[in-house]
């Protein structure tokens, strides 16, 4: 069954992926679920969480307000709590429970925006599917409900002498969980362009708001597409799909000590962006025959997929793959269905959340 | 102190509901025990887990960070599960389903704590169907059936309070023993030189804990036992309810800072087991002025050091707090979102003596922007949660209680409380760990 797991963990859900994206925007994220979402997503899933404050909270959804329908409390509760920290905007997201009985959360956002006086909206999720879903839709909800034609086109985080000669580009796709927290190190690989907004990740929603203003979108993780597609057509913004690589990047492969020969496979699993710069370069690198195996359940367009890739549904599944495979490129807990082959460890917080955030932190120091 | 919504003066709060309910947050601080940790106490014994993908995020991480990932497995459901299938019959064949690759890889289960969420009831699982076909198909195995279900939280028991009920569920119908006892149902084992511990291997008793059995087969033969003993309250009903099941004697002897209620609860025992009143190695008298003596001096060292408790450390925060108070500690703030009914008497106590004693919120909303910081003088925390809000790096690192017990467990605690005064903890790495006690790799 494609549905059981023996060993392997779950990639991060749909509810944390929203949160995560829009951590940084000054906004209030609220989870309607009865518990667990919260201290899940705080855990394993954010990296921020203790040092960098951001309004995230779970409703505590009650057997008697799910049966008998009552919104009321929720829509109190986030009035209240609006009132309190005054957030830019109020993002809704579900958990099963209140997928199951209906809840009218785009009827409950405008309300809330009603009276509020704050804009709201919902982000489509149900607590079933993975991060790459939730932050996906966040990216996209938000660019819907921020990013308008308006003003003139000067980006807000660059001077005018700055900015003359330079394509103004969006960075689409950035959360902690694809990057393993430095988003600096990511945007910095793009200093040949004026980055008007980074969704979402060292932007304020300002930035966000001006988004419109960029000449490209560079989607720099699967999670960034839809929004990206969806400027294409609202502003005629072109995009590209492509993370560069970094020399962290190349410093985890020669660190690994694992010899690549030419001709050997090399099945790279994880975030399919990040993956094709890494097969990219260890194709070039080593002559080694490269596969993209894609654990996610977004993917990109045919049209953009340059390299040949593989999609997975589950264990099973992934581990029937990995069979032909001489190495392994993955999380480190890919280990567990990799076995005799050669592995790199490629830890991705999206998998195996904190485990190995030691030996992140060291590769990025 | 100034008051606010999340931050009140005790005379000003209400039992056993001080804040309103509302959104909330939740605090970087996971040293308290979950349903995972709890469960993986039973030898042998794996969990199998059917949930959505975002529920199930939490408990696989935290068995992989205790490294059991190998006694975690799951079942994931999705949309089509359970509106256009039959969630029962996903969940009896996810589960068969992995026992199936479990047997493959050599790794057969003796016992499975099968969890159902809170999408079961919704959509009106028949768990009597679930698990009769379970333990039709695989007779050899033990099924408990257990529950991640926090919508049902409110009312009734907790998933942590049924889990522990469920996990006495397969203890054997059997003679009892004479002079046998289990502890059951506590996070840590009962501290060996407890009075309670003391006083019961002094009188030849065999006592048997969760944490003691090596396997499963000591696990279920803890059943044996003529007496079952709840110290930490969310056991009480779970054992309580295996003990009326089983035929045996049940004491709730739950741990506290009441030299009062402690020497009641060994009266009750000494008249249960009919035999000396008193410790060989220590009376009463002695042990008393033992705790004197230690609060006196521990409060010589501290002085007028502002001390702060929070409700994680122990089930009995204002009981805590009382016994400082009375003793001319600091106290000024305590940590707590809701009162355990059985701290009424501390909390009056604590009300009409001390009445702006402040109680402190954990989830309110307002608690996420709001921790202490640049603070000049020494603050002592007790528990996790008071150092992360209050900021500090002298705190007593305990949660649950730790099997502290009786006068040997406040003089334990004095201890504790010293070691955090004079040396300086690292909350940033320590607090955000899960699961005080277990194995961690992070």
């Known amino acids: 069954m494609i549905n059981t797991y023996r060993i392997l963990p779950v990639y991060t859900g749909d509810v944390s992926g929203v949160a995560s994206a829009l951590y940084e925007l000054g906004g209030m994220v609220v989870m309607h679920d009865p518990s667990g979402c919260n ?14 404050e951001s309004a995230i909270y779970i409703s505590g959804l009650s057997e008697t307000d799910a049966i008998l329908g009552n919104d009321k409390k929720f829509i109190d509760d986030i009035l209240f709590a609006a009132t309190e920290i005054r957030p830019k905007f109020i993002a809704l997201c579900s958990a099963p429970i209140p997928y199951l009985n209906g809840t009218d959360f785009v009827g409950i956002a405008k309300l809330v925006e009603q ?16 991060y790459s879903v939730g932050v996906s839709k966040a990216m996209l909800a938000l660019a819907k409900k921020f990013v308008k034609e308006s003003g003139d086109k000067t980006p807000v985080n660059v001077s005018e002498s700055k900015e003359k000669n330079k394509t103004k580009a969006n960075l689409l796709g950035l959360t902690p969980l694809d990057i393993n927290g430095n988003a600096t190190r990511v945007i910095n690989t793009y200093s040949d362009y004026d980055i008007v907004s980074s969704f979402c990740m060292n932007s304020s929603i300002e930035e966000i708001e001006k988004a419109w203003a960029a000449d490209v979108n560079i989607v720099v993780s699967v999670t960034g597409f839809e929004a990206a597609k969806w400027m ?10 492509g993370r560069n690589i970094t020399d962290a990047d190349k410093e985890i492969i020669r660190k690994s000590n694992v010899v690549i020969n030419e001709n050997d496979k090399v099945y790279l699993v994880g975030e399919p962006v990040y993956m094709r710069t890494l097969a990219t370069y260890i194709g070039d690198s080593f002559k080694a025959e490269c596969k993209m195996i894609n654990p996610l359940e977004c993917i990109l367009d045919k049209t953009e997929a340059w390299m040949e890739e593989m999609h997975t549904q589950g264990e099973e599944d992934v581990e029937e793959i990995l069979k032909s495979a001489d190495i392994v490129l993955g999380d480190p807990l890919y280990r567990y269905v990799s076995e005799g082959k050669r592995f790199i460890d490629m830890p991705h917080l999206a998998f195996s959340g904190r485990i190995f955030l030691k030996n992140i932190k060291e590769f990025l120091d | 102190m100034q008051t606010t919504d999340y931050e009140i003066a005790i005379k000003d709060s209400d039992f056993p509901k001080p804040f309103k309910n509302g959104l909330e947050y939740n605090a970087s601080v996971h040293g308290t025990w979950n349903i995972v940790h709890i469960g993986l106490q039973m030898p042998e014994a794996i969990q199998v887990y059917v949930c959505a993908k975002n529920c199930m995020r939490g408990v696989i991480l935290t068995a992989a960070e205790m490294n059991a990932s190998d006694r975690f497995s799951f079942v994931i459901i999705n949309e089509e599960n359970m509106i256009s299938e039959n969630i029962d019959d996903v969940t009896i ?15 057969y289960p003796r016992a499975i704590q099968l969890f159902t969420v809170c999408a079961h009831h919704f959509l009106g699982s028949d768990y009597n169907r679930i698990y009769g076909t379970l333990e039709s198909r695989y007779p050899d195995i033990d099924f408990y059936r257990c529950y991640m279900d926090p919508i049902m939280q409110k009312k009734g028991l907790t998933p942590d309070q049924k889990l522990r009920r469920a996990m006495l569920e397969k203890l054997k119908v059997c003679e009892p023993k004479e002079n046998t006892a289990a502890i059951l149902g506590s996070d840590f084992p009962l501290d060996e030189h407890s009075c309670l511990m003391r006083f019961l291997k002094e009188n030849d008793i065999d006592v048997r804990q969760n944490k003691t059995c090596k396997t499963y087969d000591d696990f279920i033969s803890m059943s044996e036992a003529k007496l079952f003993i ?4 969310a056991a009480k009903a779970g054992v309580e309810k295996a003990a009326k099941v089983l035929g045996r004697d049940f004491m709730y002897m739950p741990s506290n800072f009441d030299l009062e209620e402690t020497e009641n609860q060994m009266r009750a025992l000494v008249e249960y ?11 009463r008298e002695i042990m008393n002025n033992r705790l004197k003596e230690r609060l006196i001096s521990l409060l010589n060292e ?18 805590l707090a009382k016994m400082l108070l009375e003793h001319g500690f600091n106290v000024t703030k305590i940590y707590i979102d809701a009162i355990n009914p059985e701290e009424e008497k501390a909390y009056e106590w604590i009300k009409e003596n001390r009445p702006d004693i ?41 949660v649950a209680g730790f099997g502290l017990y009786g006068i040997d467990g406040m003089i334990a605690m004095a201890e504790l409380m010293e070691e955090a005064f004079l040396n300086e903890k690292d909350t940033r790495d320590i607090v955000p760990r899960k699961g005080l006690g277990c194995e961690s790799c992070v």
């Not at chain 1, 990296?47 to 960098?52: A, K, L, T």
């Not at chain 1, 999720?125 to 993975?130: E, Q, R, Y």
């Not at chain 2, 501290?302 to 009981?319: A, Q, S």
Request: glycine fraction near 6%; charged fraction near 25%; aromatic fraction near 10%.
């Open chain 1, 39 to 52: 201290s899940t997503y705080n855990t394993h899933d954010e990296v921020r969480w203790y040092d960098r």
């Open chain 1, 115 to 130: 009276k509020s006086g704050i804009p709201a909206f919902f982000v489509e999720s149900n607590g079933m599917h993975d």
């Open chain 1, 232 to 241: 294409e057509q609202e502003f005629g913004i072109p995009y590209i799909v």
């Open chain 2, 93 to 107: 064949e996810g589960v068969c389903d992995v026992i199936e690759k479990r047997k493959n890889s050599g790794c």
């Open chain 2, 230 to 233: 709840a110290t930490y309250p």
């Open chain 2, 273 to 283: 087991l009919g035999i000396s009143s008193e410790l060989k190695t220590d009376t």
């Open chain 2, 302 to 319: 501290l002085g007028k050091t502002e001390i702060v408790i929070d409700y994680t450390v122990h089930p009995r925060p204002l009981g």
């Open chain 2, 358 to 398: 402040i109680l402190a919120a954990t989830i309110h909303v307002n608690r996420r922007f709001k921790k202490e910081t640049d603070r000049s003088e020494k603050l002592l925390a007790i528990g996790q949660k008071a150092a992360y809000f209050e900021d500090t790096p002298h705190f007593v690192n305990m």
